[in-house]
């Protein structure tokens, strides 16, 4: 989804933050790790990049039950041209809409629009207008 947290769009300048959720348990570095650095904007809050190309790799909530990775860093295929973003990729919500800079230009898509975070995520599950979001 996007995250329109004040960390997500501080360390990436942005709006908001494509990002791919993905539980903790089930992320893990294959290989590189020892080229990542990480910085810690807040305590409450990391990110992890490539020190060789600057990419980022992961970042998120310390604790968080999930981490956040950014899913157009993938190599989806060895086309040299850019692909559309699989649609297992394609965001499915925004988070932290109540930080959001920029509402109305996100409000009018067709996805939900989480306050914080799904309760999956550790969040409240309540959307943007403090209605419970449907079965997650």
């Known amino acids: 989804g996007f995250c329109h947290c004040l960390n997500c769009r501080r360390v990436n300048s942005g709006t908001a933050v494509h990002l791919l959720g993905v539980p903790t348990a089930a992320f893990k570095i294959v290989a ?3 080229v990542l650095a990480e910085h810690r904007p807040t305590e409450k809050f990391y990110r992890k990049w490539c020190t060789k190309c600057g990419t980022g ?9 999930f981490v956040g990775t950014f899913p157009t860093t993938y190599e989806v295929c060895a086309a040299k041209s850019p692909l559309p973003i699989p649609e297992i990729f394609k965001p499915q919500s925004h ?5 959001s800079l920029a509402p109305a230009t996100f409000s009018a898509e067709d996805i939900l629009c989480f306050k914080d975070f799904p309760t999956a995520f550790g969040g409240s599950g309540l959307l943007k207008d403090g209605t419970v979001a449907p079965a997650e």
């Open 57 to 65: 790799v992961v970042q998120g909530p310390l604790g968080a039950p």
């Open 95 to 99: 988070f932290n809409f109540e930080n």
């Open 32 to 34: 590189g790790e020892d």
